[in-house]
């Protein structure tokens, strides 16, 4: 696909704060993407270039972008930033000056979709000496061959920031009026802003929406969600919870009193400390750990304790859903969450600062746990599962 094709999704999602415009927009972009194409446009219509849970990054700094416009526009940097003062938006810069630019030369050759998702993937990988150069060619391939509103969007999704206004819910609808829009009978009145279907279809529209949601909770991907609907309804069924992917954590519901809390879950309810520690999900398969934060940032190489306190006390494969508390070490008190808060981001000098911070795992409720998968399972079975499961060790991984 011609990443121009791409580019005018863009600003049509743009253009529009209307969600069931943008929804319809989208539907219709979604029906045109053949097999081959579907994850990378599926990614970049979102503005990623990995799925949520990979941690590869691209590493390119606001400076370096300075540097790409320079070499690609001709401009030096006190005019690039004066532009930038005056759009607010480095990726509105550079659809400026590559316009001014283009107003004197030829076009190139026409860039690809896969031609700017290949070159943007290839900078998370590079490595080593020279890196920083290599990058910055990269980009400036793309933007030397980018018309200027592609030269904008490329830019957007250096930094993760589209700007268009998707979001999950939006996406979501998407696929379900692209993929069933005749099973449905779905139609849309642009003019009056409005969704049509019989009456007869609004319980299977909304089971649908239902099922893809359930899709996406479990797999965390859109790729994989659109791969099956386009194969049938009952296919999204296949898609399940894999140890290693993390999944969206689901929130508690905030209760004014103990009354009112009571009257949300019912009776008997089960009651837990709330700690001030960090919320993470907990995966295990066999010998392989991994810990991922409530934003799934895999954290996995600074908690080298929780790994080790993992294996001594968790036998079998599991997603667990967990609080990691910070405590002193001579008094055994629970610690606030900004003593341990550092730890989330370090990278250097990991043991000593385990040393400094200790922390204790509270395991406070289980997804999967011995290839069951336990989300539709009542919580007085969950908690069973995880006591006969869970070796407790006080200071290093128990049950909440």
Not at 61 to 68: E, F, N, P, Q, S
Not at 98 to 106: D, E, G, I, M
Not at 262 to 270: D, I, L, N, Q
Request: hydrophobic share 35%; net charge positive.
């Amino acid at each position: 696909m011609k990443y121009l094709t791409l580019v005018n999704i863009y600003e049509n999602l743009e253009k529009t704060t209307k969600r069931l415009e943008k929804t319809k927009i989208l539907s219709e972009f979604l029906k045109k993407i053949n097999e081959k194409e579907t994850e990378q446009l599926v990614l970049l219509v979102r503005g990623q270039l990995f799925p949520t849970w990979d941690q590869r990054e691209l590493g390119i700094a606001h400076k370096l972008l300075i540097k790409v416009l320079i070499l690609v526009t001709g401009k030096n940097e006190k005019q690039i930033y004066d532009t930038l003062k005056k759009t607010g938006d480095i990726g509105e810069t550079a659809e400026k000056l590559v316009r001014k630019k283009n107003q004197s030369t030829l076009f190139s050759a026409s860039l690809t979709t896969q031609k700017v998702f290949e070159n943007l993937r290839k900078i998370a990988s590079l490595e080593g000496t020279g890196t920083v150069d290599k990058k910055l060619q990269l980009v400036a391939e793309l933007l030397t061959s980018a018309e200027p509103k592609e030269a904008k969007y490329i830019i957007r999704t250096i930094i993760g920031d589209l700007r268009i206004g998707l979001g999950e819910s939006t996406f979501r609808d998407a696929i379900v009026w692209a993929c069933f829009e005749k099973e449905l009978e779905i139609k849309y009145d642009f003019d009056e802003n409005e969704l049509i279907f019989p009456d007869k279809n609004r319980e299977k529209y909304d089971e649908y929406i239902n099922k893809v949601q359930e899709s996406f909770d479990m797999s965390n991907d859109f790729v994989a969600v659109i791969e099956k609907a386009r194969k049938g309804i009952t296919q999204l069924k296949t898609l399940s919870l894999h140890v290693g992917i993390p999944i969206k954590v689901m929130l508690y519901k905030k209760a004014k009193d103990i009354k009112d809390a009571f009257e949300t879950v019912g009776k008997p309810a089960a009651c837990e400390y709330k700690f001030d520690g960090f919320r993470i999900q907990l995966h295990k398969k066999g010998s392989k750990i991994k810990i991922y934060t409530r934003r799934l940032e895999d954290v996995t190489k600074q908690f080298p304790d929780v790994v080790k306190a993992t294996e001594k006390s968790i036998k079998k494969d599991c997603i667990l859903d967990a609080e990691v508390i910070g405590y002193d070490v001579k008094t055994k008190k629970y610690l606030p969450f900004q003593k341990i808060s550092q730890r989330i981001k370090r990278k250097y000098d990991i043991e000593e600062t385990v040393k400094r911070f200790p922390v204790e795992v509270n395991v406070f409720d289980a997804m999967l746990l011995d290839e069951k998968i336990l989300l539709k399972e009542p919580f007085e079975k969950r908690r069973k599962m995880l006591e006969n499961n869970i070796k407790q060790i006080p200071f290093s991984l128990k049950l909440a």
